[in-house]
């Protein structure tokens, strides 16, 4: 019983210690300019016609703004959850989270597992959010102005009916 409490007070410090990273400023201001930046894009993408004429400057303010927000995205969000889980979290190497030489989670394994490792797997996490964001940006991007094709009248049997 004793080691079943203390496994469930670890998990809960590690999911708490975890969540406390919306507390920093900077990460948590990192992540709100990078959905408002994603949010200009699905607007802009609403708003612009797919035909419409684009300018050298329009071109170049466009780019600049797409090379920030990659930037903002892979860089500098990762960049504030890696500094704050390793200075005020303590998610450093010398805290073994499991394996041997851990307090209790999973003392058994053979495999050590810090919790920088932790750290690390949660900013692989905001990695793959931020390409999966960015995929669906670009696909936003390249699909706006386009009309959903009308529904053709089906015959009984399921089939479009097509007039010759």
Request: no cysteine; glycine share 10%.
């Given at each position: 019983m004793i080691a079943a409490e203390s496994l469930l007070s670890q998990l809960g410090t590690i999911v708490t210690s975890a969540l406390k990273g919306l507390a920093n400023v900077a990460f948590t201001g990192s992540l709100i300019v990078m959905?408002?930046?994603?949010?200009?894009?699905?607007?802009?993408?609403?708003?612009?016609?797919k035909d419409a004429y684009l300018s050298w400057g329009e071109a170049m303010a466009a780019s600049v703004f797409c090379t920030f927000g990659l930037f903002w995205a892979f860089g500098v969000v990762p960049h504030q959850w890696l500094t704050y889980s390793g200075?005020?979290?303590?998610?450093?190497?010398?805290?073994?989270?499991?394996?041997?030489?851990?307090?209790?989670?999973?003392?058994?394994?053979?495999?050590?597992?810090?919790?920088q490792t932790l750290a690390d797997l949660i900013a692989v996490g905001i990695y793959g959010m931020s390409f999966t964001l960015t995929v669906v940006l670009w696909s936003m991007w390249q699909k706006r102005g386009q009309k959903k094709t009308e529904e053709v009248e089906k015959s009984s049997y399921g089939r479009p009916l097509v007039k010759a």
């Open positions: 959905f408002i930046l994603a949010g200009i894009v699905v607007l802009a993408s609403k708003k612009r016609p200075s005020e979290l303590a998610m450093r190497s010398d805290a073994i989270l499991a394996g041997p030489g851990s307090t209790g989670l999973m003392e058994w394994s053979p495999i050590v597992i810090s919790k």
